[in-house]
């Protein structure tokens, strides 16, 4: 594993950041099926839906596999998931469209859309899932990730070490931001990921927004806002929402 550093950079302001949350996404087992949600609808893995355990049912958010930065639109309609470090889980098909199915589980951001965002397509092939096995749940219980099939998808999570160089600094440079993150963990692997894909400096921005901290993820130590855009523009396809940070001018 190469190493990498971390330049930590505190900033402190106020921000929305509470509309997107980084962590592990899981999907709903195949018996759920026909099983009544906790919003009262029935689950079909056709349906482009999901559970959270606090967003108001019909929240529209959009969930990206950070490990290949699929992404897909779901609408949330009942609880869960209700297992440590778990953010969302998803439907079947939701799932597929992110190609995580043979994981169990994978390193997700989501982020709240506005109401008027398009769910996507809901379309999977019904081999893909079995004929529901249990009765339809009571309406006012949620159905979402039983801890049995919680603990199957935990054992495909193995062990990752990296080491790390940190170095504090004032930089002077142009970066591109990827994205923001709670846990440490999903920003770790994401930054050995583009280390390696790009040869590029990590930089980690230490912010703290209503004294919860997150990490911004900026790659590149560039000279001229020039030179970053031409970078930005050479990942566009595959990192859509990156922009040019400028910390030339940092007090």
Known sequence: MKNFSFALIMLFSMSIFAQTQTGKASFYANKFEGRQTASGEIYSHHKMTAAHRKLPFGTKVKVTNLTNNKSVIVEINDRGPFIR?????????????????????????????????????????????????????????????????EAKADKFEGKEFYKLTVEKLSPDFFGVQIGSFQELANLI???????????????????AFNEVKVYTLILGEFKNRLAAERFRDKIDKKYPDAFIVDMTEND
């Open 85 to 149: 470090g778990r953010i969302i889980d998803l439907s079947r098909s939701a799932a597929k469209k992110l190609d995580f199915i043979g994981l169990g589980v994978a390193d997700v951001t989501m982020q709240v859309l506005d109401s008027s965002a398009i769910v996507s397509d809901d379309h999977i092939d019904d081999a893909d899932v079995e004929a529901p096995q249990t009765p339809p749940q009571d309406k006012n219980s949620p159905i979402s990730s039983s801890s049995s099939d």
């Open 189 to 207: 692997r994401l930054a050995d990921n583009l280390k390696l894909s790009y040869n590029k400096e990590v930089t980690v921005q230490v912010k």
